[in-house]
C-alpha cells in the first residue's frame, strides 16, 4: 500500500497530472497490489483526445480506442467553421449568453425579470452549440428586457434577421442533437 500511495503523493506533491508514465505506473501498481495481472484486465485505453491517454496506450503497449462522440464533435466543428453564417450566430448568441451568465450586475438583472438562466458553452461537446441557441431562443425576450435596464452591459442582436438565423440553426442543430441521441 505504501507504494501506491507514494504515487499519489508525488502526483500531487509535482503536478505531474499529466504525466502518462506517473499514471501508467499508479495503474499498474493498484493492479498489482489486488494481485491483478494488468495486461489480463487492461486491453486498450479508451480515449477522449487528451495527449496523456495516448501515451499511456503507447507506453503500456494497447490499442486506444478513440471516442465516436468526440470524433462527431470534430465534425460539426468542421462544419460550423466552414459556414460564417452560423459561426457567427453562434459567436454572437455565446457572447450574449455568457455576459449574461458571467457578469455579477447582468446576472442579478436578469434573476428579477426570469428564473431561466444561461447555460454555459460546453467546448469539448459539440451539443453546447445547440443548448446555448436552445436557451437563447427561450430567453430571448427576457434578454431583451435586461439588455434594457440602464445598469446592464448585455448586448443582444434582436433583428429580425438574426432570430430567423437563430431559429434556423437551433431547428438544424436540434435535428442533428436528436438523431445522436436516439443511437
Known amino acids: 500500500m505504501g507504494q501506491i500511495k507514494s504515487e499519489c503523493d508525488d502526483i500531487e506533491a509535482e503536478k505531474t497530472c499529466s504525466n502518462a508514465e506517473v499514471y501508467l505506473s499508479f495503474f499498474k501498481d493498484c493492479f498489482e497490489f489486488y494481485r491483478i495481472r494488468f495486461s489480463d484486465w487492461c486491453l486498450w485505453v479508451f480515449r477522449d483526445n487528451a495527449s496523456t491517454n495516448l501515451r499511456i496506450a503507447k507506453l503500456a503497449r494497447i490499442p486506444d480506442v478513440g471516442c465516436n462522440l468526440l470524433k462527431f464533435t470534430f465534425e460539426v466543428n468542421a462544419m460550423v467553421h466552414a459556414h460564417p453564417d452560423l459561426r457567427n450566430t453562434i459567436q454572437s448568441v455565446r457572447n450574449t449568453m455568457t455576459s449574461a451568465r458571467s457578469e455579477l450586475k447582468n446576472s442579478a438583472i436578469l434573476r428579477k425579470i426570469t428564473d431561466l438562466r444561461p447555460k454555459p458553452d460546453n467546448a469539448t461537446r459539440w451539443s453546447g452549440k445547440y443548448a446555448n441557441l436552445h436557451q437563447w431562443t427561450r430567453m430571448r425576450n427576457h434578454l431583451i ?39
Not at 148 to 175: C, G, H, Q, W
Open 145 to 183: 428586457d435586461a439588455s434594457a435596464d440602464p445598469e446592464s452591459d448585455i448586448s443582444i442582436n434582436s433583428s429580425t434577421p438574426f432570430v430567423d438565423k437563430t431559429t434556423r440553426y437551433r431547428r438544424m442543430l436540434k435535428e442533428i442533437n436528436d438523431v445522436t441521441k436516439s443511437l
